[in-house]
Nanobody, 118 residues
Framework: QVQLEESGGGLVQAGGSLTLTCVAS????????MAWFRQAPGKEREFVAA????GGTYIPDSRFAASRDNAKNTVYLQMNSLKHKETAVYYC???????????????WGQGTQVPVSS
């Protein structure tokens, strides 16, 4: 069973930056796509970024960047110019395919809280 563990969350001021890390226990990690999602209080979980097994990314918001280190079974999410409304729990997830659809992600981390002060 794959385990994912996020870290790096914490209080950040609006306009600030933060980098999240996700470490996976998966064998053959380099075969899997990874993604970041977030869920704000009272809202549905939403897609943030996807990264292919070879490091290609799909990130709708240009303030964010994602990368991976397959040798360390780790993915990163760099977030810049954060806004108060982006206060959320941020999750990483693993999938056999690169997709924005959370239903296709088979393993999820517990999430890390990112409060953004106004």
């Amino acid at each position: 069973q794959v385990q994912l563990e996020e870290s790096g969350g914490g209080l950040v001021q609006a306009g600030g930056s933060l980098t999240l890390t996700c470490v996976a226990s998966a064998r053959a990690f380099s075969n899997y796509a990874m993604a970041w999602f977030r869920q704000a209080p009272g809202k549905e979980r939403e897609f943030v970024a996807a990264i292919s097994p070879t490091g290609g990314t799909y990130i709708p918001d240009s303030r964010f960047a994602a990368s991976r280190d397959n040798a360390k079974n780790t993915v990163y999410l760099q977030m810049n110019s954060l806004k108060h409304k982006e206060t959320a729990v941020y999750y990483c997830a693993l999938s056999p395919v690169v997709t924005t659809h959370e239903s296709q992600y088979t393993s999820w981390g517990q999430g890390t809280q990112v409060p953004v002060s106004s």
